[in-house]
């Protein structure tokens, strides 16, 4: 039994051993011989200029932001959160900052609404009055001003139905409720557009 396993590998080996001694006729061909290919000439190549690093001494310091523009981005997120009071405190600020004829337009509505808007004490109309007849004096081709040429006019006619006490209540209410879907629907309308530079 022993030699069976002991054959079979021998013979496996041998077979091995005699295929590896056969060759393959070499045929010699009759081709024409080729002809040299030239080298391409050597093209000298220009080496990439040297960018040198600044001194180690001279630092040069990140750009810093805007006060202004992050007494902006605080003004705009209180009103967009409703908080009035903060908005028309921080707004005043930030315009304050501002040089003299900035494009403020936007900025000086979005004052004007917050005095209006507030809840504590109670909304100051005369200040608001005031930051909106700036606005249009000073911005008379903004986007801006038929706003608020129309809040104006709409809290004047409010003020003369108040004096005159022959008007029914009734028209009173009605100027106060156009008033207050105008001021809704522009709060609306400016909280949709993000009118930034």
């Known amino acids: 039994m ?10 496996g080996i041998l077979l091995l051993v005699t295929g590896c001694h056969k060759r393959s006729p070499v045929t010699v061909s009759t081709s024409p011989p080729v002809a040299a290919v030239p080298e391409p000439p050597a093209v000298a190549v220009q080496p990439a200029p040297v960018v040198l ?11 810093i932001a805007s006060p202004s523009l992050f007494v902006l981005e605080q003004a705009d997120r209180w009103f ?12 005043e600020k930030y315009l304050r900052l501002q040089p003299t004829g900035c494009p403020c337009e936007q900025e000086l509505l979005r004052l004007a609404l917050s005095y209006v808007l507030r809840r504590s004490p109670r909304p100051d ?7 909106l007849k700036q606005l249009v004096e000073e911005y008379p081709n903004s986007s801006f001003t ?47 557009r993000m009118k930034r530079p």
């Open 53 to 63: 690093l600044p001194d180690r001494s001279v630092v040069v310091p990140p750009p």
């Open 2 to 11: 022993r030699a069976k396993y002991v054959t079979a590998p021998l013979i």
């Open 125 to 131: 109309w005369q200040r608001a009055t005031s930051v």
């Open 80 to 91: 967009k959160a409703g908080v009035y009071d903060e908005s028309a405190q921080a707004y």
């Open 146 to 192: 038929a706003s608020a040429s129309l809040i104006l006019a709409l809290r004047s006619q409010l003020d003369h139905l108040t004096v005159d006490a022959a008007v029914s209540t009734k028209q009173r209410d009605e100027q106060i409720r156009q008033l207050s879907s105008e001021l809704d629907r522009l709060k609306k309308i400016d909280s949709d």
